[in-house]
């Protein structure tokens, strides 16, 4: 079974062409590294992933089902979650408030219905023990080093039934030592059967963590390939142009 197909997929911004004709099939719990240039239609592939916009052309299978997203509650639904770059926290909340924004846990019977604090905070706990954060569900956001918030936008992704965790380029603005973290809990979520496509600039991360590659240079697709059957060099040759494709 495949987690995500996606088939022939388009994107033009007016005369802009972001994507041309893309195809990608993605089984549970891979790995998927997605490499290239600056402008090479990676965050746009995740955006019509997570429905953000949709494709101008091409078709979107979600375990074996076609989906139309119209907008990215709809692709949560199916399954599919997102860390973005930016990560969209909120700094003056705690950790377990981010992981439950927007999808809190009430208690009591309305109109008496209150936030369920305890167990929002029980839970939070939980999902960073799973992921082995050292992460408390008390502390605010805004006291956070980078690879803590990071735990807190993937333990978000695993409050749902997620199928599939889009990253956009997570280890951009972090330490050595928290990429090393980060890098831990892809793998804690590969373990668990979810599958993960992870937009990265750094070549060492990508190995590291990924067991396929795929290479954008401006909206085409020019590699898809077993990372173990690539190089950073050939990988490098791919994303420049120096190597058409492989
Ligand atoms: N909303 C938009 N409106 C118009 N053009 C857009 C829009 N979003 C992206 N583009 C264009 O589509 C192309 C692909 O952009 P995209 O953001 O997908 O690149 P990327 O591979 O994520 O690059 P980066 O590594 O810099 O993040 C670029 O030429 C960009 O200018
Ligand atoms: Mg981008």
Known sequence: MTVLELKGISKHFGAIQALNDVSLTIEPGAVVGLMGDNGAGKSTLVKIIA????????????QDREVHFHKPVEARESGIEVVYQDLALCNNLTAAANVFLGRELRRGVWPLRILD?????????????????????????????????????????????????????????????QVAEVLNLIRRLRDQGIAVILISHRMPDVFSVCDRIVVLRRGTKVADKEIAKSSPEEVTALITGALERA
């Open 117 to 177: 604090y305890a167990t929002m905070y029980k839970r939070a706990a939980e999902l960073f023990k799973e992921l082995k954060s050292e992460t408390r569900p008390r502390d605010l956001v805004k006291q956070m080093s980078g690879g803590q918030r990071q735990a807190v936008a993937i333990a978000r992704t695993r409050l749902s039934d997620s199928k599939i965790v889009l990253m956009d380029e997570p280890t951009a603005a972090i330490s050595v030592r």
């Open 51 to 62: 429905g953000n916009f949709p494709p101008s052309h091409g078709t979107i299978r979600v």
